[in-house]
């Protein structure tokens, strides 16, 4: 067997981080859900048994990648499956939505997943003779989840497509949340879907009790958990309530977070005693199958009465004049009443005055009708003032924000308008990084040009020494020749500790090849340096090195790192100074590397001090697997130093943690 590689790949556990990815931010702010390597895995493994996908199975999805049900169900799912999948752009899909039925048709897809409002989408934007020709029958689950499934939806985009092929059957609703990777339940393949039809009583009992009556409330089915995944309703006090009782929604299996990241109060605050997470969502369960009512944030409580945001937004999709998909229902508190009042938005192209109040009015009367309660308010605004997130969910709470501030007329813009603007930020980025890499480029021909000029001169001159104190004396002058020429502010801080010192072992992190020129350019010149032994080896480093009268030390064997100790302890006891870089070498990543004994060995032996140097901005100048430089702050701190009480092991061991102690407070990285 060879020797192990120098820096060798990280073993992953599978507690191990694997993303963050942040909640939609629909009902509040977002926060930062930590996912492991077993939650992935998890999750995915579950919804692969859950939708029972096969080597016969291809997917073809436009969701982007940095969202869960993109990055996780049709990326990562399919790698895991080890099945084909087609990537399409999501603006080629939002500008012209059949590009994804075309997609479907051409690698005759089985499986695709989209939220509610893009089968929408489908149904409003898609011309007959954009799909002559179009075959859908290959498809075998056509999913849709991410936001509130509606039934009109799901019906009205069977029915359009149904004489293209499309089964049916396929059309399945699933519920997911960050929390939980992105899938926790899956209805079974059926048609139509199942919807449960309630008696309007539910808004104030909170009992599910079906109803034939008009105008009864509609709710769909979300299905039943994930393999290994389970699911309950429960009251106030977490106690699980009977099937056709509304409650909270809570949830527990092997792809829940590890917590929300660097927030343990959010974590704590979904969390119960016995490990079930709450969803924020409410629901019921009959026969075993979750009914989602809404999300608890969103529920408007008007005169005793449940309000449910999503029944009131459909029925103002269905006035004409109103963008669908573009609509939001919220309440906002009337102290003077003693409850909320009901307050819709509904964007429209209408900009006639006229045409406005009228559709105002209409919509007044819908709701009214529909729910049997009017709105308090209805506002008729300009397009894109109903806030969404990345994958078109209506971000309730932030239009009601932006109402009550009065900035709901200047919205982000819609859907469509946020990926332009999105492409046209990543454009902006790219252009940004180019010019950054440019400017790296220019710098580092600088650095280059300076360093050839500089270093035939150094040469010669160390060579011509006679002396190792006058070829320390050109290294000196070079070093701070080479930092004041670089551009790199230098800041030392410390250096009163070196007053009166004597003969001492000096100690630093290292990060970067910059920090043999800051260590010469900064501290006494009498140092005498260990380096490693093949540097020796190197031109111009085979001449410097002994002409300095440096040390070599041959880092490869645990014995000869002990032999490195003794030369160590040697040149300290015939009075000279020495430096060493404990760690021997340097990697890319930030972080201390672990501290070799050898040099607080030969402290301890000798009875000299220790002294601690922290380097903080090198690694970020000139880093290491890299020949590209830029210019940066540099800081030097001299702390101060550690006298060993005497000569055995354990005082070895301690100088050199309090040695990397000091060192990593003051170098501003993590240890490694």
């Excluded at 009901?342 to 919509?363: F, H, I």
């Excluded at 190197?538 to 030369?567: C, S």
């Amino acid at each position: 067997m060879g020797p192990l590689p120098a820096n060798p790949a990280p073993w992953l556990t599978p507690e191990d981080p694997a993303l963050i990815q942040y909640t939609s931010g629909s009902t509040g702010q977002p926060k930062g859900v930590l996912l492991t390597q077993a939650n992935l895995l998890a999750n995915v493994r579950a919804i692969v048994a859950g939708l029972e996908v096969g080597p016969a199975d291809v997917v073809v999805s436009w969701l982007p990648l940095y969202h869960d049900m993109g990055l996780i169900g049709a990326w990562l799912g399919t790698m895991y499956a080890g099945i084909p999948v087609a990537i399409l752009s999501p603006l080629a899909f939002l500008s012209r939505p059949s590009r994804w039925l075309w997609a479907i048709h051409a690698h005759r897809a089985t499986l695709a997943v989209a939220p509610n409002f893009a089968f929408d989408l489908c149904v409003a934007k898609i011309a007959d003779d954009e799909i002559e020709g179009l075959d859908l029958s290959s498809l075998r689950n056509v999913l849709n989840g991410s936001e509130a499934v509606l039934p009109d939806t799901m019906t009205r985009f069977v029915e359009r497509f149904a004489p293209m092929g499309l089964p049916r059957e396929a059309m399945r609703p699933v519920y997911g949340l960050a929390e939980c990777s992105v899938g926790l339940a899956v209805t079974p393949r059926r048609f139509p879907a199942r919807v449960d039809h309630l008696d309007r009583t539910f808004q104030t009992t909170g009992r599910a009790i079906p109803s034939t009556a008009a105008d009864a409330l509609a709710f769909v089915a979300c299905g039943v958990p994930l393999p290994e995944h389970e699911i309950r309703v429960v009251d106030h006090d977490d106690v699980a309530v009977d099937e056709r009782l509304e409650g909270r929604v809570q949830f527990r299996g092997p792809s829940m977070m590890a917590g929300y990241y660097r927030n343990p109060d959010a974590t704590r605050a979904i969390t119960t005693a016995d490990g079930w997470f709450d969803t924020g969502d409410l629901g019921y369960l009959a026969d075993s199958e979750l009914f989602l009512t809404g999300r608890r944030k969103d529920v408007i409580i008007k005169g005793g009465r449940n309000i449910y945001p999503q029944e009131a937004e459909a029925v103002v999709a269905t006035v004409p004049g109103v963008r669908k998909g573009c609509v939001a229902a919220f309440g906002v508190a009337d102290p003077a009443l003693g409850t909320e009042r009901l307050v819709v938005v509904a964007e429209t192209r209408e900009t006639d005055a006229a045409a406005r109040e009228r559709l105002r009015q209409a919509v007044h009367e819908q709701v009214a009708d529909a729910i049997g309660m009017p709105p308090d308010t209805v506002v008729v605004a300009r397009p894109g003032s109903v806030l969404k997130t990345s994958s078109g969910k209506v971000r309730r709470g932030a239009t009601r924000d932006a109402y009550l501030t009065g900035s709901l007329d200047r919205g982000t813009g819609s859907v469509v308008t946020q990926w332009l603007t999105l492409a046209a930020q990543a454009a902006k980025g790219r252009l940004s990084q180019a010019g950054r890499l440019l400017q790296r480029l220019v710098y580092t021909g600088y650095i280059l040009g300076l360093t050839l000029v500089a270093v035939p001169p150094l040469w010669a001159l160390v060579g011509l020494s006679r002396h190792t104190t006058t070829a320390r004396r050109q290294l000196k002058r070079f070093s701070r020749g080479v930092i004041a020429a670089s551009g790199c502010p230098l800041t030392v801080t410390g250096l009163e500790h070196l007053r009166d010192l004597g003969p001492a072992i000096f100690v630093a992190n290292h990060a970067s090849y910059v920090d043999v020129l800051v260590i010469l350019a900064t501290l006494p010149g009498n140092l005498r340096f260990a380096a490693k032994g093949r540097l020796a080896s190197y031109p111009v480093l085979g001449t410097i090195i002994p002409k300095a009268g440096y040390i070599t030390i041959e880092k490869t064997k645990q014995t000869e790192r002990m032999e490195g100790a003794d030369d160590l302890s040697a040149a300290l006891a015939d009075g000279e100074s020495m430096f060493v870089f404990p760690e021997g070498t340097f990697v890319r990543a930030p972080g201390l590397l672990p501290f070799r004994l050898g040099a607080f060995r030969a402290a301890a032996n000798s009875g000299r001090p220790v002294v601690p140097i922290a380097l903080a901005g090198t690694r970020q100048v000139f880093p290491a697997d890299t020949m590209l430089l830029r210019p940066g702050r540099i800081t030097l701190t001299v702390c101060p130093p550690l006298h060993p009480g005497d000569r055995g092991w354990d005082e070895t061991v301690r100088l050199r943690d309090e040695a990397r102690r000091l060192i990593e407070a003051r170098a501003g990285e993590a240890a490694g």
